[in-house]
């Protein structure tokens, strides 16, 4: 069975090298849907508390909320970079307190202190799908991965590979035999 979590994202970017209206610096809202496959935990009648998997997922995406997302090789990222150091925004702002921590994948690079986004790739629905089954493929038990944005739309499959040991009070993944969230420890 699945557990179905839906998150959104206000992000900016563009097709470098693209032949029409996307070539266009941009903003969107996308709409990101995680399916979580396991069995039904009984203690608490679910597969995974969709808080949870939002919480654990937030964690890391956040860094793409409210953020530039820039291919590698676009001739304005040392623009955009260049104005946030004139600006004195480059290495983080005291009002940008909503960023996850810094990460680097074969995708992407995470620079929550200007909330911008570097990846390899140009930026589709397609792509986003990549990058965040990359990032949470080792946190959650992903089935499928939708994502939207303006009138564009893609989904994935995928093979959940993990079989987590959760709690039987609320369902979240034990760590060592204990649950991080309240705290039950499994009987050996």
Partial sequence: M??????DLQYAHRFYGFQGEAQYLHGHTGGLTIEVEDTIEPGVNMVYPCNEVQKVAWEVLKNFDHALILREDDPL????????EKQGIRNGSPRNTMKGPAFKTDLCTAYPECRLVVTKETMTVEGMIKIV???????????????TSGVNAATMDFTPTRTLDRCPLCGVELKDGVCPKCGYRKQK
């Fill in 2 to 7: 699945r557990s179905i979590t839906h998150l």
């Fill in 77 to 84: 990222l040392p623009a955009i970079l260049a104005v946030y």
């Fill in 133 to 147: 089954y990359d990032l949470l493929k080792d946190k959650l038990n992903i089935a499928k991965i939708t994502f």
